[in-house]
């Protein structure tokens, strides 16, 4: 009610005068801080900042010593003050007490000294091209990032954040990587892609979108003057993630390929990486197929005088990128005829044509360029070479043949040329996209990474850097709406007291640019309309209509410069209308549609892909001139991606190059502090140090933190719980507004909050651990008890059951235990009736025999005693006799009596 009011106004005026006084404090003037002894900065015009100490001061100048001992004159107005030791390094440049150019620059080259190349600055990160290898990567830093281990920043951590926050919101997310060329941004893209692929992987998806990388670099980088491995296209890669957290799917937009470099690059430069590939890698048998040269055969490779790169294995790569495309699912038969429509690019780059009259009309010479070009393509050699130095218009009802010179056929050769890379490039991008979707689902929950050309500024500068330096424009401004436009009006909205910080808006840059209808682009499209249009009439034209616009300054001829957000640019007019235009002769486009060597699909996207020029004067028929002029596409593209890049929440990430030559180690204070002068890194500190880089709704913030209060105070509306849970939790009100919707944080209030409710979960599950856990042991004693009881029913059945089947067996067992010993009691008594009969057979005949010779002693005894005494009566032998057998039946009974007990049987049974 009305208490409840009066707490909450008197809470936030308490706020207001102390955050007032705070700032205050911070951007007072700096003159209190001038004393002696005290630590500076002092600008030296020709030397840069230079840290001293002040030993002795006035209004007007000041005494400084310098570290390397010298002691100059300096201005007073030319001083800043320099940060305390203690703060040397820190990793956030909020942290800083004095945030001033010069302590940014000493704080980002200390630490790109030691190798620690990451640096926060409030939500944004800032990352340092090392040009070199550092230990910041792999498995270990990705768990450590995932557990949250560590707070230092990183790559890691801005794609972490995109994912907690993608998952948490429910909100598509961004990552939005933007420097200039050669500040790493490509490596930087790559190593976000990596981590996510972690924390997404299990579906195997993820392997294809990290394999996605070597084959885009092949086909879409080159070696610039400022780098070496330099994007030349945009790509937005949108990862689509389950609810569960796991990768889905994925898919590729690609932006504005620099067609022009497949022809022509500057002396020192490359074509796209993927020739110097083919041509190092190929195997001998695709080498013999394609008739492939050596790259320094090549007219359109060996005209920059620059054919290799250091610590840059073409050959290597080419492997490298043939896996990618075998994890893509491109055919083998579709690689092919990649690699065949590369070589006929490279062929066509060696057809020469000769002078035939004295209007310099030419006709094509017959070698191995043209023949080869043709047998690629598939087309005839006599069609190709007619396509090549004629042109077919219509006069009337007749059609004429018109004889091309020697600058005309060399374009319409280029054009082909750069129309079928083009196409190949379209292609390629197409079948990924269609290998990463297959049986994927869509979801609602995204991340994309932007990885789009950096800011180009050169001696020379084109068409192609006028399309790049318009999408850093865009950038930039999206940038400044989120971080600073959008960010100061719904303070203003949401009725908080906020201090506005001053910005660079670049609004007039862009109006003078893509503004209808005197806008650079549109007066460019008008121009290609004409007839009789050249680059120089371009030229004045832009003068003539442009030179109000303070961004815009009309040179000498076809030069003009534009004041960009990171700087001046001079750009010339020549080959403009061309490359807007982007004709291809329909003579061309016939040939191309009757190529037997392009596949079907890739022969409509060359036909779709380019306007058709029918006419002499160079204008389209009535169809075709209603396609897009290629600066009219791009900015239709570019118009989709910001208002993709609207709908997410972006997280930052700006790429600074430290040095010209792209050496490790050499910090130059003056680019460095260009970059961050346009990127606008101070400003986001400033704001961010001052403002209120985190909010939420009242309902997603009493939804999220309400269950820490008391349910009664939990149950009132969400302003009411939400200024409770403040409350209840001590934070400062200098910490926090209460707006009209939402709840507005300063830096690392929300991390505080979150470290409470993550304690309070803890203790929470562990509460509920202890009374799970006595659940669970309370419920698995009952279920013991059950099935103890359980256990000895059955056991008790079962042994039973097993006594009964035991005494079955046991009576089987006695059985056969009877029939056994039965059985050895036969055998054993038949062997032994056997042996005793044996014995007894023995004994009868030993009786025998000796009866017999006794009975024989006896017949010669008497015979000799007859012979002695006749007389004797016979009564008295057979007395004898009868008296010995008598004698011998006894001796064999007691044998036979003798063996029988020894056996345990009958002593009668053995004589029988």
């Not at 209308?577 to 329909?586: G, M, Y």
């Not at 059945?797 to 009877?818: G, N």
Request: net charge positive; hydrophobic share 35%; with cysteine.
């Amino acid at each position: 009610g009305e208490d409840k009011v009066k707490h909450l106004v008197t809470a936030i005026s308490i706020k207001v005068t102390i955050q007032k006084g705070i700032y205050h404090m911070a951007y007072a003037p700096e003159l209190p801080w001038i004393f002696e002894k005290s630590r500076v900065w002092c600008t030296l015009s020709e030397n840069g900042w230079k840290l001293g100490a002040i030993q002795s001061s006035s209004e007007a100048e000041s005494d400084v010593l310098l570290l390397d001992g010298n002691i100059v004159k300096v201005s007073t107005d030319n001083l800043l003050p320099a940060n305390p030791d203690i703060l040397e390094g820190v990793d956030d440049l909020i942290q800083l007490s004095y945030l001033n150019e010069p302590s940014v620059l000493h704080n980002l080259q200390y630490r790109y000294t030691q190798d620690m190349i990451y640096t926060k600055a409030g939500p944004v990160l800032v990352a340092i091209n090392p040009f070199k290898d550092v230990s910041l990567y792999g498995n270990k830093f990705i768990r450590e990032y995932r557990l949250k281990l560590t707070e230092n920043p990183h790559v890691y951590m801005m794609a972490d954040a995109a994912f907690e926050a993608m998952m948490r919101d429910g909100v598509n997310q961004s990552i939005i990587i933007s420097g200039e060329s050669g500040a790493g941004k490509t490596e930087t893209a790559k190593i976000s892609m990596q981590y996510l692929a972690a924390l997404g992987g299990g579906s195997g998806i993820e392997n294809e979108i990290l394999q996605t990388n070597p084959i885009l670099e092949a086909f879409g980088n080159a070696k610039t003057s400022r780098n070496d491995n330099s994007s030349r296209f945009g790509k937005l890669i949108d990862i689509h993630f389950h609810d569960s957290g796991k990768i889905c799917g994925a898919k590729i937009q690609t932006y504005l390929l620099e067609k022009s470099r497949v022809v022509q690059q500057s002396q020192g430069e490359r074509s796209y990486h993927i020739f110097y590939q083919l041509c190092a890698g190929a195997s001998p048998s695709l080498r013999e197929r394609l008739n492939l040269k050596p790259a320094e055969e090549y007219f359109y490779l060996n005209q920059s005088n620059c054919l290799t790169i250091d610590d840059f294995d073409d050959a290597q790569r080419f492997k490298i990128m043939l896996e990618a495309l075998n994890v893509v699912q491109i055919s083998k038969d579709d690689q092919q005829n990649v690699f065949a429509m590369l070589a006929a690019v490279l062929w066509l780059g060696n057809v020469k044509f000769s002078v035939i009259d004295n209007e310099n009309h030419v006709e094509v010479d017959n070698d191995e360029g043209v023949k080869n070009a043709a047998t690629l393509l598939g087309c005839n050699e006599l069609e190709l070479m007619t396509a090549l130095s004629t042109r077919k218009i219509r006069a009337g009802n007749e059609n004429i043949e018109q004889k091309l010179t020697l600058s005309q056929s060399v374009d319409t050769r280029d054009a082909l040329a750069k129309a079928i890379y083009a196409s190949l490039f379209d292609w390629l991008v197409e079948n990924i996209n269609k290998s990463l979707e297959v049986g994927k689902r869509r979801t609602g929950r995204s991340i994309s990474i932007l990885d789009i050309y950096g800011f180009e500024s050169f001696k020379k500068n084109s068409f192609e850097q006028l399309c790049i330096n318009y999408a850093n424009e865009r950038l930039q401004q999206h940038f400044n709406r989120h971080l600073f436009k959008l960010e100061q009006e719904e303070y203003s909205i949401d009725g908080i007291d906020w201090t506005r910080v001053e910005f660079e808006d670049n609004q007039e840059c862009l109006d003078l640019i893509e503004k209808r209808p005197l806008g650079l682009l549109s007066l460019l499209d008008e121009e290609c309309t004409f007839p009789k249009g050249t680059d120089l009439t371009l030229a004045n034209k832009l003068k003539q209509h442009l030179n109000g616009n303070s961004c815009f300054k009309g040179e000498r001829g076809s030069a003009f410069c534009v004041c960009h957000y990171a700087g001046e640019v001079l750009y010339h007019t020549t080959t403009f209308l061309e490359k807007n235009r982007d004709l291809l002769h329909s003579d061309l486009i016939q040939l191309m549609s009757s190529c037997t060597g392009l596949p079907q699909l890739f022969a409509a996207n060359l036909s779709k892909g380019t306007q058709i020029q029918t006419t002499p004067r160079g204008r389209a028929n009535s169809a075709d001139s209603q396609r897009q002029s290629v600066a009219t596409k791009f900015k239709g593209q570019l118009f989709k991606l910001m208002q993709r890049l609207e709908n997410t929440s972006p997280h930052f990430i700006r790429c600074i190059k430290p040095n010209k030559l792209q050496l490790p180690g050499v910090y130059e204070q003056g680019l460095v502090l260009q970059q961050l002068r346009c990127c606008g890194v101070l400003e986001v500190v400033r704001i961010s140090r001052s403002g209120y880089p985190t909010r939420m709704s009242h309902q997603q913030f009493a939804k999220r933190y309400g269950f820490l209060l008391p349910p009664n105070i939990a149950a009132q509306d969400a302003l009411s719980v939400s200024v409770a849970i403040l409350h209840q939790f001590n934070i400062l009100p200098e910490m926090y507004q209460v707006g009209f919707t939402k709840l507005f944080f300063r830096t690392g209030q929300i991390g505080k909050l979150e470290d409470t409710r993550s304690r309070t979960l803890h203790g929470i599950l562990g509460v509920q651990k202890v009374f799970r856990g006595y659940k669970a042991r309370c419920q698995f004693r009952e279920l013991k008890r059950g099935i103890v009881i359980l256990q000895s029913y059955i056991r008790g059945a079962q042994s039973r059951k097993k006594y009964e089947i035991l005494m079955e067996k046991r009576k089987a067992a006695i059985t056969i235990q009877k029939e056994l010993r039965s059985m050895t009691a036969r055998r054993k008594y038949l062997t032994t009736r056997k042996m005793v009969i044996l014995v007894q057979a023995v004994l009868r005949g030993w009786l025998a025999r000796r009866q017999m010779r006794i009975m024989r002693q006896k017949l010669h005894e008497e015979a000799f005693s007859l012979e002695v005494d006749v007389e004797e009566p016979i009564a008295d032998v057979n007395f004898d006799r009868n008296y010995e057998v008598d004698k011998e039946f006894k001796l064999v009974e007691r044998a036979n009596n003798g063996l029988w007990k020894a056996k345990r049987g009958s002593p009668m049974q053995g004589l029988k």
